[in-house]
T-cell receptor, first 110, second 111 residues
């Protein structure tokens, strides 16, 4: 069966520190992978998506970046976090149109 | 611009009542539509897809009106466990560029 793993579940980081969130999927090949962010009182916003290894599309300009070093691994990074980066970060995968979300990482930048 | 609009609520509804939400979308060329459910501090989970002819899954009924560009969700005989945020979701082009989410409608079922 297909599963998606995302960690850590919660994270508190100081402003200016780096960030690395990892997402891995199992039980599927060549999925489309996505990073979404849900800020307080706002809807889910698509940040990045990837249709294959090394292929990243960015939806919004920001100080975040994404990478896909392996078929089933998707990483969200930042060199220097801002207060506005706080939010609930969700990884998702899609095959044939169905979307499944990871359990999310709640990031608080202090 | 790709927009999905929902009434944020909260909708306070007594247990056993029927409740309905609407959602409007801006792009008439939208391909597919979904309702997701999100519990507090959890990830969204697919509740049901929305088909052109309307579809039903137990106590839940979804409708699509392409002419007026809205979709609806009807919940009959509401349960306490139905309390959650319901997200209207649109896939604009059916491609790989992700889903667009409404901000959600918060539903509270009261005993």
């Amino acid at each position: 069966s297909q599963t998606i793993h995302q960690w850590p579940a919660t994270l508190v980081q100081p402003v200016g520190s780096p960030l690395s969130l990892e997402c891995t999927v199992e039980g599927t090949s060549n999925p489309n992978l996505y990073w979404y962010r849900q800020a307080a009182g706002r809807g889910l916003q698509l940040l990045f998506y990837s249709v294959g290894i090394g292929q990243i599309s960015s939806e919004v300009p920001q100080n975040l970046s994404a990478s896909r070093p392996q078929d089933r691994q998707f990483i969200l990074s930042s060199k220097k976090l801002l207060l506005s980066d706080s939010g609930f970060y969700l990884c998702a995968w899609s095959v044939l149109g169905g979307y499944t979300f990871g359990s999310g990482t709640r990031l608080t930048v202090v | 611009r790709k927009e999905v609009e929902q009434d944020p609520g909260p909708f306070n509804v007594p247990e056993g009542a029927t409740v309905a939400f609407n959602c409007t979308y801006s792009n008439s060329a939208s391909q597919s539509f979904f309702w997701y459910r999100q519990d507090c501090r959890k990830e969204p989970k697919l509740l049901m897809s929305v088909y052109s002819s309307g579809n039903e899954d137990g106590r839940f009924t979804a409708q699509l009106n392409r002419a007026s560009q809205y979709i609806s969700l009807l919940i009959r005989d509401s349960k306490l466990s139905d309390s959650a945020t319901y997200l209207c979701v649109v896939n604009w082009g059916g491609g790989a560029d992700g889903l667009t989410f409404g901000k959600g409608t918060h539903l509270i079922i009261q005993p």
